[in-house]
């Protein structure tokens, strides 16, 4: 006789966690937005008319740092400058891979003089942090606003602000290979607006991201679900709340609490979703992501506390 098979009724209503996920420890740079304001419109999601509570921005910016620490990560700070209002978005201040960096070099005039700023901390503090060598950017890339690294190759947009010949500037720079993706709607202008990666590639573990797949050109979508199969395409709704903009250390995923969808997704593949309220900083086109750029050291450099 065969034994009776387990009753229906107890099977999990949601897929079982299949994966176990784990966090590594980062390095994050983070810039306070004591100066934060919207006074010019460089994307679509600033508004001059719109007010911005810039004490709240710094309350709220606090508990992203805390949640960031609160999982065993070091945040460094750089200095905010007066008259760069735009300056808390450290993403675009550079990339750091392997201890190789490159400032950026930006599009706008009103946040070309960050782009000094960055260039002085990464060769000073950074240097103190496993940042090996660093290079001038001689054309146009606004970090890791554009450019994100999966273990394996540096994801690099193109379409509102890094151009394609930063691509290969980039690629030679830090000694990796690029793989260029073409943005198209104006609201996704940073490539960290339209895709997060959430796991990185090392050993035999696959490198893994979500993306909004409206954000990009046919060719380029072609190139993201030939790359990454088992992707999480986020909804239009979760898109537009910057929920793509997030930070994962392999197991929590920092995101805006406003993209419910990605949330239950992320929850679904054995992820920890950390909601964060970044409400002032969303006036200014920006979220989690935006506000924080990854220091990677060079391999077994002995990286101060
Ligand atoms: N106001 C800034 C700009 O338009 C926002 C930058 C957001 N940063 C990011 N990594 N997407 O340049």
Same mark, same amino acid.
């Given at each position: 006789?065969?034994?009776?098979?387990?009753?229906?009724?107890?099977?999990?209503?949601?897929?079982?966690?299949?994966?176990?996920?784990?966090?590594?420890?980062?390095?994050?740079?983070?810039?306070? +937005?004591?100066?934060? /304001?919207? !006074? &010019? $419109?460089? #994307?679509?999601?600033?508004? @001059?008319?719109?007010?911005?509570? *810039?004490?709240?921005?710094?309350?709220?910016?606090?508990?992203?740092?805390?949640?960031?620490?609160?999982?065993?990560?070091?945040?460094?700070?750089?200095?905010?400058? +007066?008259?760069?209002? /735009?300056? !808390? &978005? $450290?993403? #675009?201040?550079?990339?750091? @891979?392997?201890?190789?960096?490159? *400032?950026?070099?930006?599009?706008?005039?009103?946040?070309?003089?960050?782009?000094?700023?960055?260039?002085?901390?990464?060769?000073?503090?950074?240097?103190?942090?496993?940042?090996?060598?660093?290079?001038?950017?001689?054309?146009? #890339?606004?970090?890791?606003?554009?450019?994100?690294?999966?273990?394996?190759?540096?994801?690099?947009?193109?379409?509102?602000?890094?151009?394609?010949?930063?691509?290969?500037?980039?690629?030679?720079?830090?000694?990796?290979?690029?793989?260029?993706?073409?943005?198209?709607?104006?609201?996704?202008?940073?490539?960290?607006?339209?895709?997060?990666?959430?796991?990185?590639?090392?050993?035999?573990?696959?490198?893994?991201?979500?993306?909004?797949?409206?954000?990009?050109?046919?060719?380029?979508?072609?190139?993201?679900?030939?790359?990454?199969?088992?992707?999480?395409?986020?909804?239009?709704?979760?898109?537009?709340?910057?929920?793509?903009?997030?930070?994962?250390?392999?197991?929590?995923?920092?995101?805006?609490?406003?993209?419910?969808?990605?949330?239950?997704?992320?929850?679904?593949?054995?992820?920890?979703?950390?909601?964060?309220?970044?409400?002032?900083?969303?006036?200014?086109?920006?979220?989690?992501?935006?506000?924080?750029?990854?220091?990677?050291?060079?391999?077994?450099?002995?990286?101060?506390?």
């Amino acid at each position: 006789l065969t034994p009776p098979l387990p009753a229906a009724a107890t099977a999990p209503a949601v897929a079982p966690r299949s994966v176990e996920r784990t966090a590594t420890p980062r390095r994050y740079l983070m810039c306070p +937005p004591v100066h934060f /304001d919207v !006074v &010019y $419109a460089i #994307n679509p999601w600033m508004d @001059v008319s719109v007010p911005v509570d *810039a004490g709240l921005a710094v309350v709220q910016w606090q508990a992203l740092k805390a949640a960031y620490e609160a999982r065993g990560h070091t945040v460094d700070v750089i200095r905010p400058e +007066p008259g760069l209002p /735009d300056m !808390v &978005y $450290a993403a #675009n201040g550079g990339i750091v @891979v392997g201890g190789q960096a490159l *400032a950026a070099r930006f599009t706008f005039p009103e946040r070309q003089p960050e782009g000094a700023a960055y260039e002085a901390w990464l060769r000073t503090s950074g240097a103190q942090h496993g940042v090996v060598s660093l290079g001038q950017a001689v054309e146009r #890339n606004e970090g890791e606003g554009d450019l994100l690294w999966d273990g394996e190759v540096l994801l690099a947009g193109t379409g509102f602000r890094t151009t394609r010949e930063a691509h290969a500037e980039v690629a030679a720079r830090l000694d990796v290979d690029v793989v260029t993706l073409e943005l198209v709607d104006p609201r996704f202008y940073h490539l960290d607006t339209a895709l997060a990666v959430l796991t990185t590639a090392s050993g035999d573990r696959r490198p893994e991201v979500a993306y909004f797949p409206g954000a990009f050109t046919s060719e380029s979508l072609a190139v993201l679900r030939e790359r990454y199969p088992d992707a999480i395409e986020a909804t239009e709704d979760d898109a537009a709340v910057l929920g793509l903009n997030a930070v994962s250390d392999g197991r929590h995923v920092f995101l805006t609490q406003r993209a419910t969808g990605m949330h239950a997704a992320l929850r679904e593949r054995g992820y920890e979703p950390v909601g964060i309220d970044l409400s002032e900083l969303f006036k200014g086109g920006g979220s989690v992501k935006c506000c924080t750029l990854e220091l990677r050291p060079a391999p077994g450099t002995e990286v101060a506390a």
